[in-house]
């Protein structure tokens, strides 16, 4: 018996480790709702996922010890499940900054809301007017210092409540309700 290794040592040494870790496992193998009830929302979801993945473990070690195949076993499958929760707690706690979308304004279409709100009050759609003339300005100059096309000029807007305006609404209204009537017949 010369050839086999004495292992009396590492014997006492999983023993003592054993010790420890059950000292540690204590308060959790009592009623571990009492410490629960203590805590917030996200660190219960925490304790109990923690809890969980320690049984598991234990379990599954246990088996790999007894020589039978963890991987295949129901142990293993709750493992993975387990550290899903991990990862659902890690996304709550640290949420990722969203990349798929950024707000933009339609310039355009809220240029136009404010024409059509600020229509009757001559003095803030005179602003208005000389505020998006500015605007065009800038763009050019931009433009123009980027050696790129300079925009289009939109042509120059018909003064509020005037009859050229009048009569192109009525044109689009009569086009619309044509299109209606033959549509419904």
């Known amino acids: 018996m010369s050839g086999v290794k004495d292992i009396s040592r590492d014997l006492d040494k999983l023993d003592v480790q054993l010790d420890d870790l059950e000292g540690s496992l204590e308060p959790f193998l009592g009623n571990i709702d009492d410490i629960a009830s203590q805590l917030p929302l996200l660190d219960k979801a925490k304790l109990f996922s ?4 320690s049984i598991e473990s234990l379990l599954f070690s246990t088996l790999k010890l007894q020589g039978t195949d963890a991987q295949n076993h129901a142990v293993f499958d709750e493992l993975k499940r387990v550290r899903e929760y991990f990862a659902k707690i890690k996304a709550v706690e640290e949420p990722e900054p969203e990349k798929s979308r950024k707000t933009t304004v339609n310039q355009e279409g809220a240029a136009r809301v404010l024409k059509s ?3 009757d009050n001559k003095a803030i759609s005179a602003k208005l007017a000389e505020k998006i003339a500015e605007e065009r300005a800038k763009a050019l100059l931009k433009s123009m210092g980027n050696n790129k096309r300079p925009a289009e000029a939109a ?7 005037s009859g050229a ?3 192109e609404r009525k044109k689009k209204r009569s086009k619309h309700k044509g299109r209606n009537k033959a549509n419904k017949g």
Do not use: K, N
């Open 165 to 167: 305006e009048e009569g």
């Open 155 to 161: 042509p120059p807007a018909a003064a509020p409540g």
């Open 117 to 119: 709100g600020l229509s």
């Open 50 to 53: 923690l809890v969980a993945y």
